[in-house]
């Protein structure tokens, strides 16, 4: 009975000294954006991943948000590694815990990426994301070519390029060693993992779906992209269509969230040959204006 006792009092403070799980990140305000970040390379960041023939710490050389930032140095071995791959694939792999793998109510991952390499100049592909909907397998993958030596790199991956609102498990950064030279030494500092979303309705990539027009037009199509507003939401924009400063044409239309056409409806009268300017504005901001151009028309009455 003695013995009995004595084990049970060596297993309570073991239970009372078990590692908490680390706090789930919230949400932070950034002007008109709402951030979730999800890994900001610090320390304990660096700890929860998973690294293959590469090494993955918390360092402070380069940062772009805080103090330190992930770094990710990988020496490229062409006769170590994996048996069946020497040349292989360098990777560090980050599981995210179920509460944050919703991101249906997100519009970007975010991250950036700043490079240092033996080498003089980086191959076109230098590095890989992977962004994974199971426990092993990336349902989306991306090539980061935009990366440059000696500078920090933003990436913004809008998540409507993503196949699908899938749970999202975890991501990965990888390269492929047949890219590079037998013994490069690599060093990638990626920071700022995040979630992002803007807080009010922003206009963001819309176009022309035609850079011309006939004067008799009886409408302008155009593909807007509005982020901002609730899944089911409609949000106002308001446009108003300008010749040598002065406006000639203005208008209000609905439009939900994501990408989707619209026609704005023109004067009954006709345009005007010559240049105009349309302008889009949304409660949180719209895209630089439009150039358009308005041409005579073949017909003496509506084209369309």
């Not at 694939?89 to 995210?96: A, D, F, I, T, V």
């Not at 240092?116 to 962004?131: F, N, Y």
């Not at 500078?151 to 196949?163: E, G, T």
């Not at 206009?203 to 004067?215: H, I, K, M, P, Q």
Request: net charge negative; glycine share 8%; proline share 8%.
């Amino acid at each position: 009975m003695r013995c009995l006792l004595c084990l049970a009092l060596l297993i309570v403070p073991v239970a009372v000294l078990a590692a908490e799980p680390p706090p789930l990140p919230q949400p932070v305000r950034e002007g008109n954006l709402e951030r979730l970040v999800l890994d900001d390379g610090t320390e304990a960041d660096a700890a929860a991943w998973s690294p293959a023939e590469c090494t993955v710490s918390a360092d402070a050389k380069h940062a772009k948000r805080g103090d330190t930032a992930l770094l990710m140095h990988i020496d490229v071995d062409w006769k170590t590694g994996e048996i069946k791959y020497p040349v292989g694939w360098p990777r560090m792999n980050r599981k995210l815990p179920a509460e944050l793998h919703d991101w249906s109510a997100w519009d970007y991952f975010d991250f950036s990426v700043y490079a240092e390499s033996s080498r003089d100049s980086l191959p076109a592909t230098p590095m890989g994301l992977g962004i994974y909907s199971t426990a092993s397998k990336a349902d989306y993958s991306r090539s980061l070519p935009e990366l440059k030596l000696g500078q920090w790199v933003d990436f913004r991956l809008p998540l409507s390029a993503l196949p699908s609102l899938n749970p999202r498990t975890g991501f990965q950064f990888h390269i492929a060693e047949a890219n590079y030279r037998d013994g490069d030494k690599l060093d990638f500092w990626i920071d700022g993992i995040s979630l992002a979303r803007y807080v009010a309705p922003t206009l963001t990539a819309s176009n022309l779906a035609e850079g011309a027009v006939f004067a008799d037009a009886k409408y302008l199509l155009l593909d807007v992209d509005l982020m901002g507003v609730k899944a089911g939401e409609m949000a106002e924009v308001t446009w108003v269509l300008s010749k040598a400063g002065k406006p000639s044409a203005q208008g209000r239309l609905q439009a939900a969230r994501g990408r989707s056409r619209v026609g704005l409806t023109l004067p009954a009268k006709g345009l005007a040959p010559g240049d105009y300017q349309l302008a889009l504005q949304c409660t949180g901001g719209g895209p630089p204006p439009f150039s358009l151009k308005v041409v005579p028309s073949p017909w003496q009455e509506g084209s369309r």
